[in-house]
């Protein structure tokens, strides 16, 4: 019904309202958030909550709930500018993601508009109806510069319109406990190169067709003096919102062209892959960036792979192949990961750079109990041959699922079924003893 895609390859998901769901919502916010840092723009986000949807329901019944929702839908496209985007996050909540705002004030003209257009009742049929609503807003950068605190605080903003019966109210301002644990993170983090708390871990990734070791994934490790080891999820975020995130993969990558210097030639050429987060890839100096680092350290025997997330392609899809093409020039791979997760078009398959096609390790788990995730993979991999590129199955666990992949053509593995990731040294020790695994998979 509605163009609320100016993005173009964004999916149109919720089937009442035709507008973005959920999930497709969020990954626009993740992208719209970077674009924000990058361009240093404002977006503000409003989060409409139809305060008394359920007692529309309960008088009017169902059918009638689901008129009103469509109309609501109608009446919100007619505030978005071409530029917004507009999504149905839960039953009767929506948002109203505005980008290029100027201050406090252009956001709430935009909810002011909502309610004043909600002045007037629905007609729908012979029936009229009059709804209610709470808005809460919040900008970025001004109140968190990071899509999840971002939609947090414009969640909380909502709670307190609906506490207060003021019907729209902003994102409260910093609420330093909870928000300390965070800054803790960014003061600990600063200095954790200096004080060598990172670590590049190693998983080994095997080919199905030879049985051999074929490189390994360089995953990162924090070894903080107060919190242990810290899963790289936990603190990647944080290090994206304060920048830290290039000096950072800047260490990273010639740490382990350093380290991957003292692999075996036993088995052949290898890779060492390092995740590459969308920010970077669009900064002007990557490439150069990378460039230095190969003449650093150079090695005929390992090749550098880069595995950028599908969703970082979808949005200055062209700027990224450019880049990516000049990289592959240079030598490097480069692998789409978690691919399958992101939405990419498919349109994009006949001209994106890339040699290797990573599955998520969400279609994998549970390959061999669920029929649609393996013909999902089995259409992956089929694509993904179809363009030149070579596949990788991630978190393959055990053995059925590592029978399933090989019969799907599936041209590499990585997962527990080998190792967990590794310190270097004890990678080194794996890759000298690797033997495969019996009746299965024998390097030849
Ligand atoms: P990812 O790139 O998808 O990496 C794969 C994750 O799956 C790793 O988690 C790995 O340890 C885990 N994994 C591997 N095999 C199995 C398996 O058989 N079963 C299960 N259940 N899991 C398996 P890890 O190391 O915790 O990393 C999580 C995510 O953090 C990575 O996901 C990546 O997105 C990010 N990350 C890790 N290291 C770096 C880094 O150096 N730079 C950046 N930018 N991101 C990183
Ligand atoms: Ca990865
Ligand atoms: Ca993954």
Same mark, same amino acid.
């Given at each position: 019904?509605?163009?609320?895609?100016?993005?173009?390859?964004? /999916?149109?998901?919720?089937?009442? *309202?035709?507008?973005?769901?959920?999930?497709?919502?969020?990954?626009?916010?993740?992208?719209?958030?970077?674009?924000?840092?990058?361009?240093?723009? *404002?977006?503000?986000?409003?989060? %409409?909550?139809?305060?008394?949807?359920?007692?529309?329901?309960?008088?009017?019944?169902?059918?009638?709930?689901?008129?009103?929702?469509?109309?609501?839908?109608?009446?919100?496209?007619?505030?978005?500018?071409?530029?917004?985007?507009?999504?149905?996050?839960? +039953?009767?909540?929506?948002?109203?993601?505005?980008?290029?705002?100027?201050? /406090?004030?252009?956001?709430?003209?935009?909810? $002011?508009?909502?309610?004043?257009?909600?002045?007037?009742?629905?007609?729908?049929?012979?029936?009229?109806?009059?709804?209610?609503?709470?808005?809460? %807003?919040?900008? @970025?950068?001004?109140?968190?510069?990071?899509?999840?605190?971002?939609?947090?605080?414009?969640?909380?903003?909502?709670?307190?319109?609906?506490?207060?019966?003021?019907?729209?109210?902003?994102?409260?301002?910093?609420?330093?406990?909870?928000?300390?644990?965070?800054?803790?993170?960014?003061?600990? #983090?600063?200095?954790?190169?200096?004080?060598?708390?990172?670590?590049?871990?190693?998983?080994?990734?095997?080919?199905?067709? *030879?049985?051999?070791?074929?490189?390994?994934?360089?995953?990162?490790?924090?070894?903080?003096?107060?919190?242990?080891?810290?899963?790289? +999820?936990?603190?990647?975020?944080?290090?994206?919102? $304060?920048?830290?995130?290039?000096?950072?993969?800047?260490?990273?990558?010639?740490?382990?062209?350093?380290?991957?210097?003292?692999?075996?030639?036993?088995?052949?050429?290898?890779?060492?892959?390092?995740?590459?987060?969308?920010?970077?890839?669009?900064?002007?100096?990557?490439?150069?960036?990378?460039?230095?680092?190969?003449?650093?350290?150079?090695?005929?025997?390992?090749?550098? @792979?880069?595995?950028?997330?599908?969703?970082?392609?979808? =949005?200055?899809?062209?700027? @990224?192949?450019?880049?990516?093409?000049?990289?592959?020039? $240079?030598?490097?791979?480069?692998?789409?990961? +978690?691919?399958?997760?992101?939405?990419? =078009?498919?349109?994009?398959?006949?001209?994106?750079?890339?040699?290797?096609?990573?599955?998520?390790?969400?279609?994998?788990? !549970?390959?061999?109990? +669920?029929?649609?995730? #393996?013909?999902?993979?089995?259409? $992956?991999?089929?694509?993904?041959?179809?363009?030149?590129?070579?596949?990788?199955?991630?978190?393959?666990?055990?053995?059925?699922? #590592?029978?399933?992949?090989?019969?799907?053509?599936? !041209?590499?593995?990585?997962?527990?079924?080998?190792?967990?990731?590794?310190?270097?040294?004890?990678?080194?020790?794996?890759?000298?003893?690797?033997?495969?695994?019996?009746?299965?998979?024998?390097?030849?």
């Amino acid at each position: 019904m509605f163009d609320h895609n100016p993005g173009k390859t964004e /999916r149109v998901e919720d089937p009442l *309202t035709r507008l973005h769901n959920r999930e497709s919502y969020f990954n626009l916010l993740h992208k719209r958030v970077t674009e924000s840092a990058l361009n240093r723009s *404002t977006i503000a986000l409003l989060v %409409i909550d139809i305060t008394d949807f359920h007692r529309i329901n309960h008088i009017h019944g169902y059918e009638i709930g689901d008129k009103l929702l469509y109309a609501f839908a109608s009446l919100l496209e007619g505030v978005r500018r071409e530029q917004d985007h507009l999504a149905r996050i839960g +039953d009767d909540q929506f948002v109203l993601l505005l980008r290029g705002v100027m201050n /406090r004030g252009h956001a709430r003209l935009a909810a $002011m508009k909502i309610l004043k257009l909600l002045e007037l009742p629905f007609e729908l049929g012979e029936i009229r109806i009059n709804i209610n609503v709470a808005i809460g %807003i919040a900008l @970025c950068p001004e109140h968190a510069s990071e899509p999840v605190s971002l939609m947090k605080l414009a969640e909380r903003a909502l709670l307190l319109a609906k506490m207060s019966g003021n019907l729209l109210e902003f994102a409260p301002e910093y609420e330093k406990d909870e928000l300390s644990d965070e800054w803790d993170i960014e003061i600990e #983090l600063e200095d954790s190169i200096e004080k060598s708390q990172l670590l590049p871990y190693y998983q080994p990734k095997v080919s199905l067709k *030879t049985g051999k070791p074929v490189g390994a994934e360089a995953l990162i490790r924090w070894n903080s003096p107060s919190r242990g080891f810290v899963r790289p +999820d936990l603190f990647i975020p944080t290090a994206e919102k $304060m920048g830290f995130i290039k000096p950072m993969t800047n260490w990273l990558m010639n740490a382990i062209l350093r380290q991957s210097q003292e692999w075996t030639e036993k088995w052949g050429p290898l890779s060492v892959s390092i995740n590459i987060p969308p920010l970077l890839l669009l900064q002007p100096d990557f490439t150069a960036t990378v460039r230095s680092a190969l003449n650093l350290w150079p090695n005929s025997n390992v090749t550098l @792979c880069l595995e950028i997330v599908e969703r970082s392609l979808v =949005s200055e899809t062209e700027y @990224c192949f450019q880049i990516l093409s000049q990289l592959r020039a $240079m030598g490097l791979k480069v692998s789409i990961d +978690d691919f399958g997760t992101g939405y990419s =078009s498919l349109s994009y398959f006949k001209s994106i750079p890339a040699d290797e096609l990573k599955i998520d390790k969400s279609f994998v788990e !549970d390959l061999t109990t +669920d029929r649609d995730n #393996l013909n999902l993979v089995k259409l $992956m991999i089929h694509l993904a041959h179809s363009f030149g590129m070579y596949v990788v199955a991630e978190g393959v666990e055990d053995l059925p699922v #590592l029978t399933a992949l090989k019969r799907l053509n599936c !041209d590499q593995i990585q997962g527990y079924i080998f190792s967990k990731p590794l310190p270097h040294q004890d990678f080194c020790s794996w890759l000298q003893s690797y033997k495969g695994i019996k009746g299965e998979i024998t390097p030849g």
